[in-house]
């Protein structure tokens, strides 16, 4: 479905936005008078032995208590310093403290190259902790941090056997996650579900793959990135619906020499008895023109066997007797294959240590092959069921990052463009039901599995195909970020420092989801049979018998102490008879009352800043305002028949526009060096998911229902406060 001309009319930019952002140019202009008699250090800090970039080191000039930390590159920048000669203190965790005497005169940058010896203390014993070691980078950025953020660094991300970025995330404190078939997907922070969450790629935000606003992290193997950061409490820079939190995720970057890996894993599954698993990546970068362009390609392709049983009780309250029941108990065997392919590649420009530029790509793609194999004693019902099911589907994400980052004495401004991508697309999805009438002998007691299970006849020769249906869907959305920043940094006094800072986005979403579902009608499949009985054999003359269809190499697995999947099916047989005979499967038209676009802008403004009251006291308030239009156009119907045969199907649209404005205040304090209390106050708001703000209505006569979507729907609104000690 194409989103209409008047809908893409009707998410513009927003003109406020543009009137907001000159006045706060306007407004940072009388400041520049404050960079008068002012100059800046900058510079890379590096390991001694290796001549690796240092990332979280701490670069601080004592005399008038004002720093920085290294970047991810190692680089800093110290800017607005008054005139004169000072003592710079350069440390990091595991390495020897070191001091730098400078000089700063008016208008000047001066540019250092420092090396940092390792504090090795050699004694009989010597142990090595490698994931330790290699997690030292992110906790010193948490330390660093003027918020509340937990990491995951680059180094623990290699070292970590996890299949997905969901599962590395899942390693940090207040995290957890949700699982598909024992694999991670979705992260929940705060305990919160996870479309109360924001998920970034360097900053831009991801789009989802489904109808509410999670994002299924499973797509992306933790081997194409180059860290993870989990902000709990929101700045005023940060898009205000993550009442969870933020997690950004960041795209490798080449660093400043040749660099290359390779790696491999293989793994056994003991469900299936097999090997067959397995994962590679690889990565290489370098340097170019005299270390200006950075290129960097990362890859990783993996397999792994996701097979699962289940054994599932489903009870229900008899008021006679005033006991639980068995209405369903069932047994499945999962059959499901996953393959995933995972790709990062970035390119930077660095015009001069005050400008640069960079384009970054993720791509992420998970290809899925599953078949189940069910038996269901429906007790309540007196019947058995057996039925298989077999998918074929596959999820993609693309994100795509122009950044740009200068500086100007003591202004910088970054900006930024993206476009993101995501496709969910089933491409096959055959199911069939067979149906035992009768199924079970007299004095059944139906509060015990063992007597439903002895006392169920499993007659196959009563037993028939009852229905089959074919589903497919295709389900998109398109993110296109537009952003800027404006920071200005400023010293009042030896004791008074921070800065000012300004900024804009406009987010525009165009999503789009179509379901197709084809099914025969009850009396179809016997007419099949009855049409040809040279092919089938027949239960009472009118049904095709689940002897047709019967899989006799099937290797019935023992799940919870039971092996009762028996018979198993034939799938191949089974899609053969939906190949030759689709023409008698009818388009099932209530699935397609589901089908609905979206477009949806956010305009957002923002303005902030951060004050360093001496070397103890940081202070960081801010306030951010969101504008947001929304349009949604979905479909009308008043159907009847099994499948909707009959009736009609409009369209129909429906959308708002509202804003908000989200007030930010952090507090950090530093008690001893090493440990500090921080404070958080944060505003942020939940969006409603997509789905539930359809305008569909489906209208159901002989029951005399009305079920609709309502595009009106109120957004959350959350406050929060935060206590946290940092050490």
């Known amino acids: 479905m194409k989103l209409k001309p008047e809908l893409l009319k009707r998410i513009g930019f927003i003109t406020v936005l543009k009137h907001f952002v000159c006045f706060v140019g306007i407004l940072l202009v ?121 990491v995951v660094s680059k ?69 194409v990135l180059d860290g993870i950061q989990v902000y709990k409490a929101l700045t005023p820079d940060k898009d205000a619906d993550a009442v969870g939190g933020t997690i950004n995720l960041l795209v490798k970057r080449a660093p400043s020499e040749f660099r290359g890996n390779v790696s491999a894993e293989t793994g056994y599954n003991n469900i299936r008895s097999e090997l067959g698993q397995y994962k590679f990546s690889a990565y290489g970068s370098n340097r170019f023109f005299d270390d200006k362009l950075g290129v960097l390609v990362s890859g990783s392709i993996q397999r792994a066997n996701r097979g699962s049983e289940l054994f599932h009780i489903d009870p229900e309250w008899n008021q006679s007797d005033s006991i639980n029941v068995i209405n369903n108990l069932n047994f499945a065997d999962n059959f499901q294959v996953r393959d995933k392919y995972g790709l990062s590649t970035s390119l930077d420009y660095q015009f001069n240590d005050a400008s640069e530029v960079s384009l970054s790509t993720l791509f992420g793609r998970t290809d899925r092959d599953e078949q189940r194999y069910r038996k269901r004693y429906r007790v309540g019902n007196t019947r058995t069921e057996y039925d298989a099911r077999d998918q074929e589907r596959y999820e993609l994400l693309y994100t795509n990052v122009l950044t740009g980052r200068h500086e100007l ?100 979403k165009d999503k789009d989801s179509n379901d197709n579902s084809v099914q025969t009608d009850f009396n179809v499949v016997s007419e099949i049979g009855q049409a040809n009985p040279d092919k089938f054999d027949l239960y009472n003359d009118t049904h095709i018998a689940i002897s047709n269809f019967i899989n006799q190499d099937y290797n019935i697995p023992n799940i919870n102490g039971y092996s009762v999947l028996s018979p198993g099916l034939d799938m191949g047989g089974l899609n053969d008879f939906y190949n030759t005979y689709s023409d008698f499967y009818g388009l099932n038209r209530f699935v397609e009352l589901e089908d609905y676009e979206a477009g949806e802008t956010v305009s957002s403004a923002y303005v902030m800043g951060e004050l360093e009251i001496g070397p103890k006291v940081t202070f960081l308030p801010g306030v951010r305002y969101e504008y947001v239009e929304t349009f949604y156009e979905g479909n009308v119907g008043n159907l009847r028949g099994n499948l909707g045969e009959t009736g009609t199907i409009s369209d129909t649209t429906g959308g708002q526009n509202y804003g908000e404005i989200f007030p930010q205040f952090h507090l950090k304090v530093a008690i001893v060096e090493g440990i500090d209390l ?50």
Do not use: C
């Open 30 to 150: 009388p400041f520049s008078a404050l960079s008068q008699g002012t100059g800046i250090i900058n510079g890379v800090v590096a390991d001694s032995l290796t001549g690796e970039e240092i990332f979280g080191a701490n670069v601080f000039i004592t005399e008038i208590s004002k720093g920085a930390a290294t970047d991810i590159n190692g680089e800093f920048e110290i800017a607005n310093i008054p005139v004169g000669s000072y003592d710079m203190r350069i440390s990091y965790l595991g390495y020897k403290t070191k001091f730098v005497e400078v000089t700063v005169t008016e208008g000047s940058e001066t540019t250092l190259s420092i090396v940092l010896e390792g504090d090795f203390v050699q004694g009989e014993e010597i142990q090595v902790l490698a994931q330790a070691a290699g997690q030292v980078a992110a906790i010193k950025e948490q330390m660093n941090s003027n918020t509340i953020v937990n």
């Open 155 to 223: 180094e623990r991300l290699a070292e970590l056997p996890d299949q997905n970025a969901a599962e590395s995330v899942a390693r940090l404190p207040g995290v957890s996650v949700q699982r598909d078939a024992g694999e991670a997907s979705k992260v929940v922070v705060r305990g919160l579900s996870p479309r109360f969450n924001s998920i970034t790629v360097n900053g831009v935000r991801m789009p989802g793959t489904e109808g509410d606003r999670s994002v299924d992290l499973s797509l992306l193997p933790s081997d």
């Open 409 to 508: 004495n003591n202004f910088e401004v970054d900006w930024q463009g993206a476009y993101s991508f995501t496709l969910a697309k089933q491409t096959f999805g055959n199911y069939a039901r067979f149906y035992e009438v009768g199924a079970y002998d007299s004095g059944l007691d139906e509060t015990d599995v063992d007597d439903i299970i002895a006392k169920a006849r499993n007659n196959l020769d009563a037993t028939y195909f009852l229905y089959g249906t074919n589903d497919r869907y295709r389900r998109t959305e398109r993110d296109l970020t537009v952003s800027g920043n404006l920071k200005y940094n400023f010293q009042l006094n030896e004791n008074l420092n921070g800065y000012l800072k300004a900024g804009g986005k406009v987010r525009k």
């Open 678 to 727: 921080r404070f958080a106050y944060t505003h942020s708001l939940s969006r409603p998911d997509y789905n539930n703000l359809v305008p569909y209505e489906q209208i159901n006569e002989p029951e005399r229902q009305i079920s609709r979507g309502n595009p009106n729907l109120k957004h959350s609104k959350a406050i929060n406060y935060d206590a946290f000690i940092s050490f």
